[in-house]
């Protein structure tokens, strides 16, 4: 039995043969342009380039972009990759009302989590709960990169510096 492909990709093919590009020019486009949010990239793929709605929209929904938000693929977790390469930076203190788990790709970090004190590196995961203040830097060598698993729908942050 064949498999078949849900979600955005499920669009791939009839925008392919309708539009003739393949869908790597379409990403790289929609890449090209990082300055918009989504339903500015669906709008602009429509006035410049002739899509409609549901293909604009699957291309950007079907396009990684740095964020998955789970609402937009009937998905109850939202994902964030964060990556950066400066030894002691990393994002501010902040607090979500549902509970985050980090997975360290690659590098290490140190993650401040309420009064606890984390260092994890690349293979680990260390949870942020819901409610409690948390924050995490790099502290090398080199690059860290992280995914950030929401238990949300939804990316609600609070920022608390």
Request: hydrophobic fraction near 40%; include cysteine.
């Amino acid at each position: 039995m064949a498999n078949h492909v849900n979600g955005p990709a499920s669009y791939f093919p009839s925008i392919e043969a309708k539009h003739g590009r393949p869908i790597s020019e379409w990403k790289d486009m929609i890449l090209s342009r990082p300055e918009l949010k989504h339903m500015e990239l669906v709008k602009w793929l429509k006035e410049k380039h002739g899509l409609g709605h549901d293909h604009a929209n699957a291309l950007v929904a079907g396009t990684w972009r740095g964020s998955c938000q789970g609402d937009l693929f009937g998905s109850s977790v939202t994902i964030l990759a964060y990556g950066n390469d400066a030894i002691g930076q990393g994002p501010g203190l902040h607090v979500h009302p549902y509970d985050e788990v980090f997975v360290v790709v690659s590098g290490a970090a140190r993650f401040f989590v309420g009064n606890d004190v984390i260092d994890a590196v690349a293979g680990e995961v260390v949870l942020g709960p819901a409610g409690l203040p948390h924050r995490f830097e790099n502290i090398g060598p080199g690059r860290l990169q992280t995914l950030d698993i929401h238990l949300s729908p939804q990316w609600i942050q609070t920022d608390l510096e």
